[in-house]
């Protein structure tokens, strides 16, 4: 099984830009997926296949891929948006979740 | 409306069994790729298994390989997934979650399993 590494924790203040990163040695060859969790809910895909938004999830998060890592940016991060994220991603062997980033929006 | 619930959790003794239901209704649980998911209390994600459409593939995460099988149609348009040896790292919500990363995926509410004595 392979692993997918983010950091603990990023701090943005209200209207800045927050980059989360999820870092792995097989996303060259594989696409990557970002859960948004907010506090005692179920998690929200916000970005599939690298860098594609869900219907209904604001233009201020994108994703991107680059080699070993991706990345997930959320535009002018705003209040709502303070939660936990979680890169995600698949193979015909399993599925894992990167350890997770909790964005703090203050 | 698509919903999944999950029942079958609550405390349970180390070295003991559950099994965890997810009744569908407003999609087929045959139609799509089913997956369980847990999350220790405070921690992160983790992905647990998998079965696809017609049942012939089931994948699980190594920490559960050997102890746990996940299955379909146990119960009309039911998931369920047979615990067995739970260890008190098994303690999580469990989620149910259909067509996982995909669109449209549908996560479950969750049902706490606690492995202590």
């Known amino acids: 099984s392979y692993e997918l590494t983010q950091p603990p924790s990023v701090s943005v203040s209200p209207g800045q830009t927050a980059r989360i990163t999820c870092s792995g040695d097989?996303?060259?060859?594989?696409?990557v997926y970002w859960y948004q969790q907010k506090s005692g809910q179920a998690p929200v895909l916000v970005i599939y296949e690298d860098k594609k938004r869900p219907s209904g999830i604001p233009e201020r998060f994108s994703g991107s891929s680059s080699g070993t890592v991706a990345t997930l940016t959320i535009s002018g991060a705003q209040v709502e948006d303070e939660a936990d994220y979680y890169c995600?991603?698949?193979?015909?062997?399993?599925?894992?979740f990167g350890g997770g980033t909790k964005v703090t929006v203050l | 409306d698509v919903q999944l619930v999950e029942s079958g959790g609550g405390l349970v003794q180390p070295g003991g069994s559950l099994r965890l239901s997810c009744a569908a209704s407003g999609l087929i649980v045959n139609n799509d790729w089913m997956y369980w998911v847990r999350q220790a209390p405070g921690k992160g994600l983790v992905w647990v298994s998998r079965?696809?459409?017609?049942?012939?593939?089931?994948t699980y995460a190594d920490s559960v390989k050997g102890r746990f099988t996940i299955s379909r149609d146990c119960a009309n348009n039911t998931l369920c997934l047979q615990m067995n040896s739970l260890r008190a790292d098994d303690t999580a919500v469990y989620y149910c979650?259909?067509?996982?990363?995909?669109?449209?995926?549908?996560w479950g509410q969750g049902t706490l399993v606690t492995v202590s004595s």
């Open positions: 097989a996303l060259p060859k594989k696409y």
């Open positions: 995600f991603s698949t193979d015909s062997s399993a599925c894992v």
């Open positions: 979650v259909s067509n996982l990363a995909g669109l449209p995926e549908y």
């Open positions: 079965i696809n459409r017609d049942g012939s593939s089931t």
